[in-house]
Structures are given as structure tokens and as C-alpha cells.
């Protein structure tokens, strides 16, 4: 698109300018694994499991090659496969249904609540068959679903929570980091991520050590001593050269997190009060993964910022239970109202932590300039 090609076009995330700001460090930490020879699960993989692990507070830290794969392999380490039905949220992004087709099971859904995004604990409740084996929770956009009622209600029917924090690595839930509440935890470092290295790569955590050994040889061909293999498992490991990048970056995590709730803020509190904007909500911090805001002119407000250099984005604009590959499970329109609606009022603004007070500005004064012109008509 040409107004992408100007100089001054606002993205939805500038990944450049993060790497800029790290100067020669991400450099000389890939040189590193270059002059070390060795590429895959080698040193700088155990220092950024050791460190994530530290950082999420749990005993057991796993790279894997991706988000997509991080589920995956938490459904097979439960033993979830054929016949088994997991409950997921129709909000969210494809893998995280993918995963649990892939692994053989059903995808069963639950409709959310409009406020945060995420599952609604009853709806959910309410989908529990006796195949209901698992339910994976999405922390949307880096904001917390509701983990205490979804805890107590797999407490009482016996079943497993997966959560899938790939777009919430640092949220706390009432003083504890998500990933680290339900039986195992999942995390993505794609690029545009808050987290993100310089291709694929992913996460899974745990604090049990039975899950934690069957994850470790699901990641390697289902082997944990060389030439000998236990399970049918697979190969997804997050490779060297990641983990080095990944390691450099996690250093200024907090900092890009602070940055991005500063931009939330000033959005927030300047752009119009006609607007419905994310909730702020005691004990459970929100950590912006994106920032979104509704209106029903929401294609409209779109091109608009785009006539005037600045990107935003859907997401999602079709719900999963109306996605073509999953038109075998029978869903129809109207299953899941408000997930139906949010997808068709929904907008994500730009949200680089690195995005300057300036463009800030512009971008809020573009959003409340086009509330103004849609008053006067
Ligand atoms: C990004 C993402 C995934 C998949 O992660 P990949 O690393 O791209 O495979 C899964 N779930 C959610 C909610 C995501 O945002």
C-alpha cells in the first residue's frame, strides 16, 4: 500500500526501533552462538529457560518452536487426545483451537464476557460434558481472564486448565504471573509479541515435575537420553540463536512494559469518553498486548486513520465457531453473540513501547477529530 511506504507511517508495532534502542547487545549475544558450533538445545536455551522460570516464579521452564506448538504439547504431556473434549474461548486467535484439533480432541466453545474479552467462567462452566477433559483459558490481549472462578470450577469437575498466555508474558493475576496459576502455562515469542524474537519460538511452563518430564521429551522426539525414545513426540525446540536474542531482550522487559502502560494510559484518558476502552481492574493488571477500543463505525474510524498514515487492526475480525475449518463442528451465527459483536466493533491502535509522546498525540487527536465529524453530520 503506498501510504505504508511514507516515511512517517505509523505501524501497529516498530520492532526496528526496539533493536535499535539495544544498540550492538543482541549482536554480539547471536556472534556468540555463531562462534560457539553449537545451534540447538545448547547453553543459552538452559540460561533463558532458568531465567524465565524466575521471572514467571514455577519450578519448570521448556523453549519450544512456537505458541502453536506450546499447546500442543500441554494437551499430549495431560493425555489429550481422541474423544476428549477441551473447552476454549471463540475470541482468540486460530492456534489456539488449532492446537487442540491437532491433538486429536474436540474443540468445544464458550462465549466471553464483553468487559474483558476473555472466557466467561459461567458460559464455561455450562459446556462441561463428562469428555470434558481440559478447558484452555486466553489471557486476550495481556489482560487476565477471571483464573480464581475458572480454578474452582475445574477443581470441582476434575479438570485440567492449560493457559494460554501467548499475548500476556509478564500479566499478573492477584500477585502471581500468569502461566503459572492453571497445570501448565504457554507462551509465544513470535515477533510482534511483547516478548518476541527474531522468528518463531515459544514456552511451556509448569510446577509439576511429571508434566515437566513428559513436556521435555515430547519437545525431542519423545526422548530423554540420546537414540532412546520412550513417546511418540516431536521436534519443536526453540533454537539457540532465538534463545540468545531472547535473553538480551528479556533484559529490558520490564521497561518495554512500563512504556506500553504509559501509552495505554494516555489513550485512556485523552482519546473520547464516547469510545468504549479496555476496563482497569484491581489485582488484576492489564499489560497491553493490544490496545482496544469499540465503536460501531469501526471500518470507517480504520480507513480514516489510514487516510492520515496511521495503521490499526482487527483482531479478531471472524470468531473461531465461524471459521471454515472448523464448519465440522456444526457451530452457526448467533451461537456466541458477544463474541460475534465485539469482532464486529472492534479496533487495535498502534502500541509500540517505543512510540513517541508526538505520535501519541497525533494518533488521539486523529481518533477524537473523527467522533467530532461523525457528531456534526
Ligand atoms: C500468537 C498466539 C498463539 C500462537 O503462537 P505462535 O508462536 O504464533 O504459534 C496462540 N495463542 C494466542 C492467543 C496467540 O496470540
Known amino acids: 500500500m503506498e501510504e505504508q511506504n511514507q516515511q512517517n507511517f505509523i505501524p501497529m508495532v516498530d520492532l526496528k526501533e526496539e533493536v535499535n534502542l539495544m544498540g550492538q547487545s543482541i549482536i554480539k549475544s547471536v556472534t556468540d552462538v555463531i562462534e560457539s558450533g553449537a545451534y540447538v538445545l545448547g547453553e543459552k536455551g538452559k540460561k533463558l529457560e532458568h531465567e524465565l522460570a524466575g521471572y514467571l516464579n514455577v519450578s519448570y521452564a521448556l523453549g519450544v518452536a512456537n505458541g502453536t506448538d506450546a499447546l500442543y504439547i500441554a494437551l499430549k504431556a495431560l493425555g489429550i487426545g481422541i474423544g476428549d473434549e477441551v473447552i476454549t474461548t471463540p475470541f482468540t486467535f486460530f492456534g489456539t483451537a488449532e492446537a487442540i484439533a491437532q491433538a486429536g480432541a474436540k474443540p468445544v466453545f464458550a462465549d466471553i464476557d464483553e468487559e474483558t474479552y476473555n472466557i466467561d467462567p459461567y458460559k464455561m462452566e455450562k459446556a462441561i460434558t463428562p469428555k470434558t477433559k481440559a478447558i484452555i483459558v486466553v489471557h486476550l490481549f495481556g489482560l487476565s481472564a477471571k483464573m480464581s472462578q475458572i480454578m474452582e470450577i475445574a477443581k470441582k469437575h476434575h479438570i485440567k486448565v492449560i493457559e494460554d498466555a ?170 456466541f453473540p458477544l463474541a460475534e459483536t465485539i469482532a464486529k466493533r472492534i479496533l487495535a491502535l498502534p502500541i509500540s513501547p517505543t512510540m513517541s509522546r508526538e505520535i501519541q498525540e497525533n494518533i488521539i487527536n486523529c481518533v477524537n477529530e473523527f467522533l467530532g465529524e461523525k457528531g456534526s453530520k
Open 166 to 335: 501467548c499475548q500476556a508474558i509478564g500479566t499478573e493475576y492477584q500477585g502471581k504471573r500468569v502461566g503459572s496459576i492453571g497445570d501448565i502455562g504457554c507462551f509465544s515469542f513470535f515477533p510482534s509479541k511483547n516478548l518476541g524474537a527474531f522468528g518463531d519460538a515459544g514456552l511451556v511452563v509448569t510446577n509439576n515435575k511429571d508434566l515437566y518430564k513428559n513436556m521435555f521429551m515430547l519437545r525431542n522426539h519423545g526422548s530423554d537420553k540420546k537414540y532412546l525414545h520412550s513417546l511418540i513426540g516431536m521436534n519443536s525446540r526453540l533454537d539457540e540463536i532465538q534463545a540468545a536474542i531472547l535473553l538480551v531482550k528479556l533484559k529490558y522487559f520490564d521497561v518495554f512494559l512500563h512504556l506500553r502502560k504509559e501509552i495505554a494510559k494516555n489513550y485512556t484518558e485523552n482519546i473520547h469518553k464516547s469510545l468504549k476502552k479496555p476496563k482497569i481492574y484491581e489485582n488484576r493488571e492489564h499489560t497491553f498486548h493490544q490496545y482496544c477500543i469499540e465503536l460501531d463505525e469501526r471500518n470507517e474510524l480504520s480507513a480514516y486513520l489510514l487516510e492520515k498514515g496511521i495503521s490499526s487492526a482487527i483482531y479478531y475480525p471472524v470468531p473461531l465457531h465461524l471459521q471454515e475449518a472448523f464448519s465440522y463442528l456444526n457451530y452457526k451465527e448467533g451461537d
